[in-house]
DNA sequence: CCAATTCGATACTGGAAGGTATCGGAACAA
DNA sequence: TTGTTCCGATACCTTCCAGTATCGAATTGG
């Protein structure tokens, strides 16, 4: 009979792949994204980089694409964690805690890197519909559920609309880190919290000019 | 003496440069830079596309560099016109009447546009600083003059963050375009202004939690 | 008419980069 | 020990592309 082993490989009998390798390849690949984008990072620096050779790259990732989306999902899987968000009883608390773990310069590289993958994504078109790379799409979540549990206390109205207000601190962070490249300072987000935010989920009745 | 004439080009004798050259690289240039990003616009694409040789687009611009700065400059003199906004008597008309003029499409296109700079921006330090290249810049300082305007006719108190709230939509225009890769719709402007930015505006007494 | 310049088209050059192949050495299993 | 796989390094191939040069035709001023 045919196909006598459907998973032959049981006996993986030379040297074992080094896990430390993969991660100093994520690593490195992180950085130049950061540095000179999707475009002006080539394989052979990467490599260069990681003190890694290029076959040693290629054994893993196929291709120079699956290279970086995995690397963009290495540094997802490092920014925030959705079961441990801060709690500090209240929403304004909670919402400047998100920033304060991560330092800023954490933030920055990962800014940056995110402002060299989209760069990749305008040249793959199909890309951007699964939204996989987005870094900015977890904070929205993180956003989102600080203030459906603000709305569950009672502390903002339950009318309001916090799938939109949850994206303003995000879009706004987007912004600066890709077009202005500028990191965002705490006065900034003290700012955005304090006369933004909280005044829209408070003030969530309609508010049509004066009418 | 030396010198004699410092700028001797007074008798050009051969065929003429043809404007319409011009601006027609330019707009083939956008249309391939909303298309397929910096790095994937090729200077043999862009003449094909605009009809002309290469020697023609080398003539005006020495570098492809210089070409795409200057299509966005291009692109950005196409758009709002800071001498002629909106004045509709309210400042919630005049927000959503800056969005009207410009059909959609040309918003999508402007926006992707942007995206293949972005890229562009990554690979070049120091063009970040000069910030000439961002098409949303003038969009910010429409919405300043208007939120200006509003306080100087008492629609809005003078306490304000207007340079905070101008920079809402905008960046979640950004947001959208670059991250998202979506257009903005008009249902969604709505939202902005009426939650988020006139609320903000309004209630500009600072709101911390509730002290 | 004539010289100068522009036009579109095309061939060419030099370099950068994705991906492959190979090599000597090291780790690991049988 | 031996065969297999991984490792870093490097040479190599192929494709793509910015930028240059050239050509014949068209336009324009003298």
Do not use: C
């Amino acid at each position: 009979m045919l196909m006598p082993e459907i998973d032959p490989p049981l006996s993986p009998r030379g040297r074992k792949r080094d896990p430390d390798r993969d991660i100093a390849i994520l690593e490195a690949t992180i950085d130049l994204l950061a540095e000179v984008g999707y475009d002006g990072l080539s394989t052979a620096k990467v490599a260069d980089r990681a003190l890694a050779g290029k076959g040693t790259m290629y054994r893993r990732w196929p291709t120079k694409t699956d290279l970086v989306l995995d690397a963009v999902a290495h540094m997802k899987a490092q920014q925030i964690d959705l079961e441990a968000l801060p709690d500090t009883g209240s929403l304004r608390g909670d919402l400047l805690a998100l920033f304060q773990p991560s330092d800023s310069a954490q933030l920055d590289r990962t800014s940056r890197a995110m402002a060299g993958v989209v760069s990749m994504i305008s040249q793959m078109p199909g890309l951007a519909e699964t939204g996989d790379y987005s870094i900015f799409a977890p904070w929205i979540a993180a956003n989102t559920i600080l203030m459906e549990r603000a709305a569950k206390r009672g502390e903002i109205p339950a009318a309001a609309d916090i799938a939109l207000a949850a994206q303003i601190i995000p879009s706004m962070a987007a912004y600066r880190a890709l077009i202005l490249r500028v990191a965002i300072e705490k006065d900034l987000l003290v700012r955005l919290v304090d006369q933004i935010v909280l005044p829209a989920l408070h003030e969530s009745t309609a508010h049509p000019s004066r009418r």
